[in-house]
Nanobody, 119 residues
Framework: QVQLVESGGGLVQTGGSLRLSCTASGGTFSRLNMGWFRQAPGLEREFVAGISWSGGSAYYADSVKGRFTISRDNAKNTVYLQMSSLKPEDTAVYYC????????????WGQGTQVTVSS
């Protein structure tokens, strides 16, 4: 069983930056593909970014491409989401997720961290 704990959320002004962290325990982190999702009030949860187990491949939603960067440190069992040029529409609860090898869906989820971008 993999446990995921996010941190780094908060309140930031439009144009500002935040870095989210997600630390995993209870599994072999270096074998997990990792992702970040977000859910704004009244909307469905949406994919933000994903990174392969090795860190060699990264994927982004069009809405964040060029502004957000996902990275990982397998020695620290941690995945990061560096968010820059933040917009009010980025306001949401951000969730970290882990995907086991061979699966097409994410198997484990964190509890979420709130990001609020003020205009």
């Amino acid at each position: 069983q993999v446990q995921l704990v996010e941190s780094g959320g908060g309140l930031v002004q439009t144009g500002g930056s935040l870095r989210l962290s997600c630390t995993a325990s209870g599994g072999t982190f270096s074998r997990l593909n990792m992702g970040w999702f977000r859910q704004a009030p009244g909307l469905e949860r949406e994919f933000v970014a994903g990174i392969s187990w090795s860190g060699g491949s990264a994927y982004y939603a069009d809405s964040v491409k060029g502004r957000f960067t996902i990275s990982r440190d397998n020695a620290k069992n941690t995945v990061y989401l560096q968010m820059s040029s933040l917009k009010p529409e980025d306001t949401a609860v951000y969730y970290c997720a882990a995907q086991l090898s061979g699966f097409t869906t994410y198997n484990y989820w964190g509890q979420g961290t709130q990001v609020t971008v003020s205009s």
